[in-house]
């Protein structure tokens, strides 16, 4: 089951043939792409200005690529399915705040695109990045809220900045809006309604 998922959904008392299925993978294709091209193209709320010095954009729903890959359609039955399996894509659409697990905790934020490299090198654990910098002979310390590592009598490197909480804004992009809903019906002759999947966005 999608993570985040719409739905196009056939209004007809007869059974779905196969003229109709080739449409409903049609019209599952074209929505994607939509939204794909919404994505890449559309207007949002703009990344921190942490976030573009990590990731080196300014552009949101962009990192790795891998959201925009994961957008796919399938049929079942009478309806397309279009959606992603990306367990992070509903936070990106609704938004919300990302707390530590531990009250008393942190969330040990990358301080900068090399460290953030690293991070993911290990599976995206700071305490195994830690470790192994600790491997290589680095003293590690918390001051304040960073995370640093350092040599001795060398410069110290800030590993990660300390957040309690990091707050996301919303940014929909699954959705229909009325020229996406007018392209889907040229494709089943009107014959079609918008049904509200799991993270349909109102436009």
Known sequence: MPDLAMEVKVVSTASVDLDMTKRLD????LMASR?????????????????VALKGSSKPLHDTGALLASIHSRVEGDSAIVGTNRAYARFQQEGGTIRAKNP?????????REVRMELRAVGGRPKTLIARY?????????????????????????LFILKSSVTIPARPFMYMDADDRRMIREVFGGLVEVSPGR???PD
């Open 35 to 51: 939204i794909v091209a919404r994505m890449q193209k559309g207007s949002f709320a703009e990344n921190a200005p942490l976030t």
């Open 134 to 158: 600790k491997a290589r002979g680095w003293n590690c310390w918390r001051s304040g809220h960073a995370f640093f590592a350092g040599r001795d009598g060398g410069r110290p490197r800030m």
């Open 104 to 112: 008393a905790g942190n969330l040990y934020i990358p301080a900068s």
């Open 199 to 201: 993270g349909v966005q």
């Open 26 to 29: 049609r019209a599952g294709r």
